[in-house]
């Protein structure tokens, strides 16, 4: 069944000594409000993994990474391999964040052999699409998340496929605090179910959560997850403080 989600992406910040405060306060927060609706994801810092992982212990948390190598292992000075992240028992890692594709040039070819290489180790992979600015403003933003979906996701097998996470994230809206609108999300969205059907049919199109991202809060979140094709969010700064990233999952 298709799963709401909300995952928070917190980037490089906190130091292991702050995230343990803060996943100590999610903890206790997630308690009082009884959410049990959605799955709660963080995707903290590498160096952080194995200490959260012992944190979130027997609580409804999942933990996953913000990255991984697209090599299984060797010679490759700084990278952090799956094979590494399944050592250490994680659940997910973000494949595709529109920061790795602008600042660390990844390609539509090394994200899909990251996401073979997350899949194949048993982790799942939440995979990010979304258009720039200029392209939205240009009217090509439908084609623009088309290309990079059929270049990745769509060259997996259907048994891998069916494991995914979407987000779509567009460019302009992440950090900016420029939220897209909750009917321009709900467009690409369904748009992007749509092409899941064409390629998939429609019982794979209905159980994929395709979260939404870009300056989602406390304030915006309900509007957003109201719409029938969004499936909640893949959230940054509102992920770093407690009570907002509660209440964006109390938001359904
Ligand atoms: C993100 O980094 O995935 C993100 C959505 O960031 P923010 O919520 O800060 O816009």
Redesign the pocket.
């Known amino acids: 069944m298709r799963k709401n989600i909300v995952a928070g ?1 917190w ?1 490089m910040n906190k130091t292991i000594e702050e995230g343990v405060q803060l996943v100590k306060e999610i903890k206790s927060l997630i308690s009082e409000k009884q959410i049990s609706s959605v799955q709660l994801i963080i995707n903290p810092p590498f160096t952080h993994l194995s200490v959260l992982k012992n944190e979130i212990a027997n609580s409804v948390i999942k933990i996953g990474a913000q990255n991984c190598s697209y090599e299984s292992s060797g010679a490759y000075t700084g990278e952090v391999s799956v094979g590494m992240l399944k050592s250490i028992d994680i659940d997910y890692v ?1 494949i595709g ?3 790795r594709r602008a600042y660390f040039n990844e390609t539509d070819e090394i994200l899909l052999k990251k996401l073979n290489l997350v899949l194949e180790s048993g982790l799942l992979p939440i995979f ?1 699409c979304g258009e720039v600015l200029s392209q939205r403003d240009a009217g090509i933003h439908f084609e623009v998340v088309r290309q990079q979906i059929e270049n990745t996701i769509f060259k997996l097998s259907e048994d891998k496929f069916k494991k995914v996470v979407i ?1 779509y ?1 567009p460019v302009w ?5 420029r939220t897209a609108t909750s009917e321009q999300a709900q467009e690409i969205h369904k748009y992007i179910r749509n092409l899941i059907t064409e390629k998939f049919g429609s019982t794979v199109a209905s159980e994929i959560s395709i979260l939404y ?5 406390a304030q915006n979140a309900k509007e957003l997850f109201q719409n029938p094709d969004v499936d909640g ?7 770093l403080k407690a009570a907002d990233f509660v209440q964006i999952a109390s938001s359904f």
Do not use: D, F, V
């Open positions: 992406n980037k973000i964040h529109s920061e990010c987000a994230e809206a992440i950090g900016t605090g991202g870009g300056s989602c809060n969010g893949l959230i940054g700064g509102a992920s």
